[in-house]
């Protein structure tokens, strides 16, 4: 922490001009003369990269999220900001998305282990253990289920009306995995665990009768996308979850609405997303495609959304987003 305080008292100076700067810009930055508006710009540039700084080297909150508004400020008067639609939309999933998901990493990542490992382990449980197997289902139904009733599911209504059930389906999982998060992220722990453990389950079931080349094959294809997108939705609850047990320096009121202005801006961008996976299940998997087609177009959208996150992101997150819903509406596009 004393660090900490040396650093913002070397450079509270700076960043008190650079709100003076832009209190004083207006919303046009007419209110500047020439001089001023490179002052503006030099010092827009400086705290820019002491914003990266704070984050990286000392995580505190409160010093960060007061760069963050200075910078947005002093980008919207440098770039003749005003809100438009369009400039809005570019600037969200340009910047805003990219870095929400960005800065949720780690929360990601947890959200991840909460559903792979009861996926991994129900699975390992069925396919190895008769008892597990006999206590699921009869042999008759575990016949049908591995048969016809799994790949029937997928041709069950027409392409487009399946494509649409689906996106409704996962949007609303993700979701509740987003808003119940804010019941200081149990349930939404909860409910990665209990979709992770029905894959694995289905999964056990298909490796037991010796038919796992037909599960993934169906599985695959939209399956790496869902799932990415539910397990980022996941993380996005996590984080809100974790702001009520740890704001911070932060009243708990000010670390939720921040935290829920980033999910936010998660969930509207998986929506896409789950467009992008329902078109999938609905056209690609029940498709007559031989099965790496299959399976590689639903590889080829998944290392596709991880590129943009990846490729994105972090320059995203240095420029000063922070992944709020507030900033795509602030932060207009760049000439």
């Known amino acids: 922490m004393g660090n900490l305080d040396s650093y913002v008292q070397a450079n509270q100076s700076e960043w008190a001009r650079l709100e003076e700067l832009v209190e004083k810009a207006g919303t046009n930055g007419k209110g500047l003369s020439g001089d001023e508006l490179d002052e503006l710009l030099s010092r827009y540039q400086a705290t820019s990269s002491q914003l990266s700084h704070v984050r990286s080297a000392y995580g505190d909150p409160a010093i960060a999220a007061r760069l963050t508004r200075a910078v947005a400020a002093a980008r ?19 910047n805003t998305f990219p870095a929400a998901v960005w800065t949720s990493r780690t929360a990601i990542f947890i959200s991840a282990l909460a559903f792979f490992i009861p996926a991994i382990a129900t699975g390992i449980w069925i396919a190895t253990s008769p008892t597990a197997i006999d206590a699921l289902t009869t042999p008759a139904l575990r016949e049908a289920y591995i048969q016809e009733d799994f790949e029937a599911y997928y041709s069950s209504a027409p392409a487009a009306e399946f494509s649409t059930r689906v996106l409704v389906n996962n949007i609303q999982v993700s979701f509740l995995a987003f808003v ?27 490796h037991d009768a010796g038919e796992a080349g037909r599960f993934w094959g169906l599985i695959l294809p939209h399956g790496l996308l869902e799932i ?17 047990i740890s704001p911070g320096d932060r009243p708990r009121s000010v670390a939720l609405a921040e935290e829920a202005q980033r999910a936010a801006s998660v969930i509207i961008g998986l929506v896409i997303v789950f467009i992008i996976a329902g078109l999938i299940e609905g056209f ?18 998944f290392a596709a959304f991880w590129a943009y996150v990846l490729g994105l992101g972090p320059t995203a ?19």
């Open 76 to 94: 919207a008067v440098i770039y003749g900001a005003q809100p438009r639609a369009r400039g809005a939309l570019r600037n969200f999933f340009l």
């Open 180 to 206: 119940a998060g804010i019941a200081w992220s149990v349930p939404t722990i909860l409910l990665l665990a209990f979709n992770g453990a029905g894959i694995g389950q289905a999964a056990g079931l298909f």
């Open 228 to 244: 990415t997108a539910i397990v980022v939705a996941g993380g996005a609850g996590l984080r809100l979850g974790w702001s009520l």
């Open 284 to 301: 690609v998997t029940p498709s007559p495609l031989d099965t790496w087609a299959r399976v590689s177009i639903g590889a080829a959208a």
């Open 317 to 335: 997150a240095a420029k000063g987003h922070t992944g709020s819903i507030r900033d795509a509406v602030r932060i207009t596009e760049e000439p």
